[in-house]
């Protein structure tokens, strides 16, 4: 999708059921985001000012989560820019397919979790920001 913009990438509210023992956060693909979800991996002991991401996906639509701890994720689809913190287990933020990301400034065990709507293929990722650029300016969704 190359005329994604970062206006795409929303919050979403998750469940969040609440008792004394603690609470519980529940996700279901199609249901309470809008897409299935065939891929789950967390990123955990992230050494501090480490930075992750750093590339954009063709296909892929990701909900991402600060299950634990906080980060921010800068988003920008080659016009826009915006940094987003994530520092709740109970909201989701979706970055829709064509969108470069980069992780930073995670707090101290943060655990970054990551739902995806496909598997891991490495040809879906656009990982240089000439190519990324060249894809956003790109007529033709499948050039890249
Ligand atoms: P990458 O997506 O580049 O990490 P990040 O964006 O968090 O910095 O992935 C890091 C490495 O892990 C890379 O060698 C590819 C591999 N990997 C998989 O094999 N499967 C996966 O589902 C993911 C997300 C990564």
């Known amino acids: 999708m ?4 970062i206006f795409d990438c929303v919050i ?5 059921i609440h008792n004394r023992a603690g609470n519980i956060t529940i996700i279901e693909g199609d249901r309470n985001i809008p897409f299935e979800i065939k891929r789950i991996y967390y990123l955990y002991d992230i050494p501090g000012g480490a930075s992750r991401g750093g590339h954009a996906h063709k296909d892929l639509y990701q909900l991402v989560v ?3 701890g906080a980060f921010d994720v800068l988003l920008d689809d080659g016009r826009n820019k915006k940094v987003v913190t994530l520092n709740r287990p109970d909201y989701g933020l979706m970055i829709v397919p064509g969108i470069w990301r980069e992780l930073m400034e995670f707090s101290s065990g943060a655990i970054c979790l990551v739902l995806a709507s496909n598997l891991y ?3 879906d ?3 240089n920001y000439d190519e990324f650029r060249s894809y956003k300016t790109s007529n033709d969704p499948s050039a890249g």
């Not at 979403?12 to 969040?16: A, E």
């Open 2 to 5: 190359n005329d994604s913009s």
């Open 12 to 16: 979403l509210p998750l469940s969040k």
């Open 66 to 68: 600060a299950a634990s």
């Open 121 to 123: 293929s490495e040809s």
């Open 125 to 127: 990722y656009l990982r």
